[in-house]
Protein backbone atom coordinates (compact mmCIF):
# COMPACT_ATOMS: atom_id res chain seq x y z
CA UNK A 1 0.00 0.00 0.00
CA UNK A 2 2.87 2.30 0.72
CA UNK A 3 3.65 2.36 -2.65
CA UNK A 4 0.22 3.51 -4.06
CA UNK A 5 0.52 6.55 -1.69
CA UNK A 6 3.99 7.49 -3.08
CA UNK A 7 2.85 6.86 -7.14
CA UNK A 8 -0.63 7.94 -7.06
CA UNK A 9 0.10 11.05 -4.29
CA UNK A 10 -2.52 10.18 -1.83
CA UNK A 11 -3.37 10.31 1.95
CA UNK A 12 -3.16 6.70 4.15
CA UNK A 13 -6.96 7.53 4.49
CA UNK A 14 -8.07 7.69 1.03
CA UNK A 15 -6.01 4.66 -0.06
CA UNK A 16 -7.67 2.58 2.76
CA UNK A 17 -10.86 4.11 1.64
CA UNK A 18 -10.44 2.95 -1.78
CA UNK A 19 -9.25 -0.93 -0.86
CA UNK A 20 -12.21 -0.94 1.50
CA UNK A 21 -9.46 -1.17 4.34
CA UNK A 22 -9.90 -0.45 7.75
CA UNK A 23 -6.84 3.01 8.54
CA UNK A 24 -6.88 1.09 12.33
CA UNK A 25 -5.32 -2.15 10.64
CA UNK A 26 -3.36 0.03 8.47
CA UNK A 27 -1.70 1.48 11.75
CA UNK A 28 -1.70 -1.32 13.75
CA UNK A 29 1.17 -2.06 16.06
CA UNK A 30 1.47 -5.76 17.62
CA UNK A 31 2.07 -5.03 21.34
CA UNK A 32 3.31 -9.00 21.74
CA UNK A 33 7.03 -9.52 22.59
CA UNK A 34 9.52 -10.57 19.95
CA UNK A 35 10.36 -14.54 19.62
CA UNK A 36 13.93 -13.89 19.25
CA UNK A 37 15.19 -15.13 23.00
CA UNK A 38 13.34 -18.03 22.51
CA UNK A 39 14.80 -18.86 19.24
CA UNK A 40 18.24 -18.44 20.38
CA UNK A 41 17.64 -20.62 23.79
CA UNK A 42 16.23 -23.30 21.16
CA UNK A 43 18.98 -23.02 18.97
CA UNK A 44 21.64 -23.40 22.32
CA UNK A 45 19.73 -26.65 23.25
CA UNK A 46 20.10 -28.17 19.65
CA UNK A 47 23.60 -27.46 19.56
CA UNK A 48 24.24 -28.93 22.75
CA UNK A 49 21.87 -31.61 22.35
CA UNK A 50 21.77 -33.12 19.07
CA UNK A 51 19.41 -35.48 18.99
CA UNK A 52 16.91 -33.75 20.69
CA UNK A 53 13.61 -33.40 18.73
CA UNK A 54 11.21 -30.57 19.44
CA UNK A 55 8.85 -32.35 21.63
CA UNK A 56 11.85 -32.75 24.10
CA UNK A 57 13.27 -29.30 23.43
CA UNK A 58 9.37 -28.53 24.67
CA UNK A 59 9.94 -29.96 27.88
CA UNK A 60 13.40 -28.67 28.55
CA UNK A 61 11.82 -25.21 27.91
CA UNK A 62 8.52 -25.91 29.95
CA UNK A 63 11.25 -27.17 32.82
CA UNK A 64 12.93 -23.97 32.34
CA UNK A 65 10.11 -21.46 33.24
CA UNK A 66 8.76 -20.76 29.69
CA UNK A 67 5.18 -20.85 29.47
CA UNK A 68 5.53 -21.88 26.02
CA UNK A 69 2.51 -24.15 23.22
CA UNK A 70 3.78 -26.84 21.73
CA UNK A 71 2.21 -25.59 18.69
CA UNK A 72 4.64 -22.28 18.69
CA UNK A 73 7.78 -24.77 19.99
CA UNK A 74 6.73 -26.90 17.13
CA UNK A 75 6.57 -23.21 14.60
CA UNK A 76 10.05 -22.16 15.89
CA UNK A 77 11.40 -25.62 15.54
CA UNK A 78 10.31 -25.49 11.67
CA UNK A 79 11.50 -21.49 10.53
CA UNK A 80 14.99 -21.80 12.32
CA UNK A 81 15.50 -25.43 9.65
CA UNK A 82 15.89 -27.72 12.59
CA UNK A 83 15.13 -31.27 10.99
CA UNK A 84 11.79 -33.03 12.28
CA UNK A 85 10.81 -36.65 11.85
Not at 7 to 20: E, K, M, T
Not at 42 to 64: M, T
Request: charged share 30%; aromatic share 8%; hydrophobic share 40%.
Amino acid sequence: MDGMLVDWGVSIRRACLALAFDTLTYHYKSGRPGQAPLEKRIWEIREIRVRYRCRRVHVLLRREGRMINIKKTHMIYKELGLQLR
